[in-house]
């Protein structure tokens, strides 16, 4: 079974310029995840995706931050402008989760890591 | 609010000896509890996990947790360390009735030869 993809592995950008990142879930997956991780902490989520719908995004920066997932599959994650402090490990994670009340574990990609100067 | 405790920055243990990687949560109602364990630069991997019934749950790489309702807790355990399994180890709860997952900040476990 093919894991979960993440493009790009590593980007370095001037802050203020926009930086855009793609995941592929493993297939039959219904929800999605992006995940930021700063250096010394847990993953915090950012957005959640059960199919096309967005389930959680409480804790996007929406001014800077937007995301999508077309036809229920892949997704992107927009950052623009950045800031310095957007430096970090942006993961991707699927699960077969179909409804809020499941439990099953989450699969993650890689990470892209992000520096922004 | 969901929050998850790991009160320990990095925990040392002798290769054949036994470890626990602690974790302590907070939900209002039942949880559900994971380990995960995220190697260098690479993504999280899972464990294993708690969602009811016998409270020793058991997962890969020979890893065993232990679900304790009053003291809030979700200790990894594993009876012999093996130098490979030196990694960062995340704690994760969820709340049964809430759909996001709240990570602890992670306990890097260091096992020497």
């Known amino acids: 079974e093919a894991g979960v993809a993440q493009s790009p592995r590593y980007k370095i950008i001037e802050k203020r310029q926009s930086v855009a990142f793609w995941c592929n879930p493993i297939s039959g997956h219904a929800t999605l995840y992006w995940y930021q991780q700063i250096l010394g902490q847990g993953p915090k989520l950012l957005i959640q995706f059960q199919n096309n719908g967005v389930v959680d995004d409480s804790q996007l920066p929406k001014d800077r931050f937007s995301a999508e997932r077309l036809k229920g599959v892949d997704s992107t994650l927009k950052i623009q402008p950045a800031k310095l402090e957007d430096s970090a490990v942006y993961l991707c994670?699927?699960?077969?989760?179909?409804?809020?009340?499941?439990?099953?574990?989450?699969?993650f990609g890689p990470g892209t890591r992000l520096t922004v100067l | 609010a969901q929050s998850v405790a790991q009160p320990e920055d990095q925990v040392n243990v002798a290769e054949g000896n036994p470890l626990t990687v602690k974790c302590t949560y907070s939900v209002s109602g039942n949880p559900y509890l994971f380990w995960y364990v995220q190697y260098p630069n690479r993504g999280l991997q899972f464990l294993l996990k708690y969602i009811t019934g016998d409270n020793l749950v058991k997962g890969s790489y020979g890893f065993e947790a232990e679900f304790n309702k009053s003291q809030t807790s979700f200790h990894l355990k594993k009876p012999s360390a093996l130098v490979s399994d030196s990694a960062l180890y995340f704690c994760?709860?969820?709340?049964?009735?809430?759909?996001?997952?709240?990570f602890g900040k992670g306990t890097m476990l260091l096992v020497s030869p």
């Open positions: 994760a709860v969820r709340d049964k009735g809430y759909s996001t997952l709240t």
């Open positions: 994670a699927s699960s077969l989760d179909r409804t809020s009340g499941s439990y099953n574990e989450q699969f």
